[in-house]
């Protein structure tokens, strides 16, 4: 069955560093997401991804992210000046339609976690 | 008003025991809901989609309520296996994208 992959699983960096965490989405899913998990609290969306543009962001997302699909596999989100509270967990997702079919639903992948110090 | 919102539990039951679980959101115009299920530390897996006329897949059981805004699951026959932390999920629609909302969970142990 495909799946959406991430890596790495685990990322440790410093605070103010830049880190890009990769996603490889189902083959031919054609909408892309990021969410995040603070430990302990609920998933909160971050940012949505279609054909090469972001189609809808939260507040979360601000200038210190971006999105890229760089090639026709990968989608990253860079986060570009870390902060002690950008430690969470990752997840990307992806979606073949975005909705009004039962196939628009979003798999997510097993998440990358990442802790600033 | 948190927009979608969960007893946290935790709910603690035997083998065997039926459980429920709801769920109240905000957003009237919401058009789809989910029930996820997450492991400790692992990524949201759909459990179910739910359906207003209320579904039923096996062991578990989702209905909707529009007019309250009410969402519930019901697992009948718990095993041991359905320990987990079981999300509410919304899903809003905007200019014809899609993103979902989550409830912050109900976690349920399931014990010998």
């Known amino acids: 069955e495909p799946e959406v992959t991430q890596t790495p699983s685990h990322q440790v960096t410093q605070m103010g560093q830049e880190v890009i965490l990769r996603c490889v989405p189902i083959?031919?899913?054609?909408?892309f997401y990021w969410y995040r998990q603070i430990l302990g609290q609920k998933v909160e969306f971050l940012v949505s991804f279609y054909n090469n543009e972001i189609s809808e962001k939260s507040e979360i997302f601000d200038d210190q992210f971006s999105v890229e699909r760089p090639d026709g596999s990968n989608f990253t989100l860079k986060i570009r000046s870390t902060k002690l509270e950008d430690s969470a967990m990752y997840f990307c997702?992806?979606?073949?339609?975005?909705?009004?079919?039962?196939?628009?639903?979003?798999?997510f992948g097993p998440g990358t976690r990442l802790t600033v110090l | 008003r948190k927009e979608v919102e969960q007893d946290p539990g935790p709910f603690n039951v035997p083998e065997g025991a039926t459980v429920a679980f709801n769920c109240t959101y905000s957003n009237s115009a919401s058009q789809s809901f989910f029930w996820y299920r997450q492991d400790c530390r692992k990524e949201p897996k759909l459990l179910m989609s739910?359906?207003?006329s209320g579904n039923e897949d096996g062991r578990f059981t989702a209905q909707l309520n529009r007019a309250s805004q009410y969402i519930s699951l019901l697992i009948r026959d718990s095993k041991l296996s359905d320990s987990a932390t079981y999300l509410c999920?919304?899903?809003?629609?905007?200019?014809?994208?899609?993103?979902?909302?989550f409830g912050a969970g109900t976690r349920l142990a399931v014990h010998p």
């Open positions: 739910v359906y207003s």
């Open positions: 997702a992806s979606s073949r339609w975005t909705s009004g079919t039962s196939t628009d639903t979003q798999y």
């Open positions: 083959s031919n899913h054609l909408y």
């Open positions: 999920v919304v899903k809003e629609t905007s200019g014809g994208y899609n993103k979902l909302i």
